[in-house]
Nanobody, 121 residues
Framework: QVQLVESGGGLVQPGGSLRLSCAAS????????MAWYRKAPGKERELVAA???????DYADSVKGRFTISVDNTKNTVWLQMNSLKPEDTAVYHC???????????????WGQGTQVIVSS
């Protein structure tokens, strides 16, 4: 099995920065997909950023130019660097991963518990 643990959330003023991390542990050969989602009160869950396979990152239009997703396969960790934060970025941020567990193609897909980000003055 695999576990995902997020950290790095908190309270930040508008214009500030936060760096979220998602550490994966367990039986991991490689990541097929890593992504960050967010869920704000009263809103639908939104895909924020994703890296699929070895491709280029994809971002929601609302965060392009401000957020950066990166993966360190040696540490089984994905980060979300968030700059120029706005009040509308306030949400619970979750990481989602699809992991290749074995050479026979077994995969695992799951979620972390989430980390709260509040952007407010």
């Amino acid at each position: 099995q695999v576990q995902l643990v997020e950290s790095g959330g908190g309270l930040v003023q508008p214009g500030g920065s936060l760096r979220l991390s998602c550490a994966a542990s367990g039986t991991i050969l490689s990541f097929n997909e890593m992504a960050w989602y967010r869920k704000a009160p009263g809103k639908e869950r939104e895909l924020v950023a994703a890296i699929i396979g070895g491709g280029s990152p994809d971002y929601a239009d609302s965060v392009k130019g401000r957020f950066t997703i990166s993966v360190d396969n040696t540490k089984n960790t994905v980060w979300l660097q968030m700059n120029s934060l706005k009040p509308e970025d306030t949400a619970v941020y979750h990481c989602n991963a699809e992991v290749l567990m074995s050479s026979d193609g077994a995969t695992w897909n799951g979620w972390g518990q989430g980390t709260q980000v509040i952007v407010s003055s």
